[in-house]
């Protein structure tokens, strides 16, 4: 089961453009006042990795691929299961568009303005 309550600031390097989304998730289900794209499936993103994603630490032994994914940031508050998040999102290699992928439902899709 997830409760969120989530603020999802999303930008592109070298923009001004902002767009702010907003996710509450309640027993795994969305609330009427989410503003994200996809709010049942952003509630399931969260139940299957938010936990890893926004608290897990990173492995030491992992070594992520060196790629450029594109522009796009997010930045995340709020709270998951309780636990305060402020987490920072981008696509500057492949350890952080594969975090971005797992929220994809949450942050939406890599590529096009935002």
Not at 41 to 56: I, Q, T
Not at 81 to 95: A, E, R
Request: aromatic content about 4%.
């Amino acid at each position: 089961m997830v409760d969120a309550s989530l603020r999802i600031e999303l930008t592109s390097a070298g923009s001004d453009a902002m767009q702010e989304r907003t996710l509450e998730c309640a027993d795994s289900q969305p609330l009427e006042s989410s503003t994200v794209r996809e709010p049942e499936a952003a509630c399931e993103a969260l139940a299957n990795a938010g936990e890893k994603v926004f608290f897990g630490l990173p492995d030491p032994n992992v070594i992520c691929t060196q790629e450029y994914g594109g522009p796009q940031q997010a930045h995340v508050t709020g709270t998951l299961n309780g636990q305060p998040v402020d987490k920072h999102f981008s696509l500057t290699d492949g350890c952080k568009i594969s975090e971005w992928n797992a929220m994809k439902a949450l942050l939406g899709g890599i590529g096009g303005a935002v």
